[in-house]
């Protein structure tokens, strides 16, 4: 096992995204029939892809050489037909101290994985394991998911909202960037529910005075000239 990767408390993907527009580059959006096992459990780490190829040695072979705090993304396929992973495996990636798990397929022994706790995100879960004779060959180190392709040069952020995917040497400023974003927008729900509409607090009916006169001009551009939040 290789040495322990750095975790990053993730923010939510939502600002991950805000960030990656704001920096001008690409946060891909894996496909958004992934979602959560359990609702609430946010995922974030290094990405530990693998092509599933019918058998338990290719994910057994990835656990032993993954780091703790990545995230096994596993490319079944998007079938819908056989689950690929069930307790004994995200049992053994948890005791493995990995983050948790992508699976472009289905999962099985639901109730169980909710016991373990392990962030799991999938298509959803089928009762059936895999129902193919395995192929012989060595483990793929890489996986797509419905054409969008994920590499050990990659980082997963997800959450209820869906899984992102960025290169893992941009995370820091994305990260950095995203909290801020995040500061923002906590800060402005809370002037809110205390009694300051979002309306009052971007100066709404002066932009729109102002707009009257100018009618190419946007809300953003408003706000950045006056030095107030942007995160609307």
Do not use: K
């Not at 990405?47 to 338990?56: F, I, M, N, Q």
Request: glycine letters at 10%.
């Amino acid at each position: 096992m290789h040495a322990a990767a750095a975790s990053v408390s993730a923010p939510p993907t939502a600002a991950v995204a805000d960030a990656a527009m704001r920096l001008g580059f690409d946060a891909r959006l894996a496909p958004v029939a992934l979602r959560p096992l359990v609702a609430g459990v946010p995922l974030s780490g290094r990405a530990r892809p693998v092509t599933h190829l019918g058998s338990v040695d290719v994910l057994l072979e990835t656990i032993d050489d993954a780091s703790p705090g990545e995230v096994m993304v596993i490319d079944n396929g998007g079938r819908l037909d056989e689950a690929c992973v069930g307790d004994l495996m995200v049992l053994e990636a948890e005791r493995a101290g990995l983050a948790g798990l992508v699976i472009w397929g289905l999962h099985r022994d639901s109730s169980q994985l909710r016991e373990i706790g392990l962030p799991v995100f999938s298509l959803g879960a089928c009762p059936y394991g895999p129902r193919r004779v395995p192929p012989a060959g060595r483990r793929m180190p890489s996986a797509v998911l419905d054409g969008v392709a994920v590499t050990e040069a990659d980082h997963v952020f997800a959450d209820d909202d869906g899984v992102l995917l960025v290169a893992a040497d941009r995370v820091g400023e994305l990260v950095e960037l995203a909290r801020a974003i995040q500061l923002t927008e906590t800060a402005q729900a809370e002037q809110m529910r205390d009694g300051t509409s979002l309306r009052e607090q971007l100066d709404f009916s002066g932009y729109r005075a102002r707009q009257a006169a100018e009618p190419e001009l946007t809300l953003r551009r408003y706000l950045q000239e006056r030095g107030g939040a942007i995160e609307v």
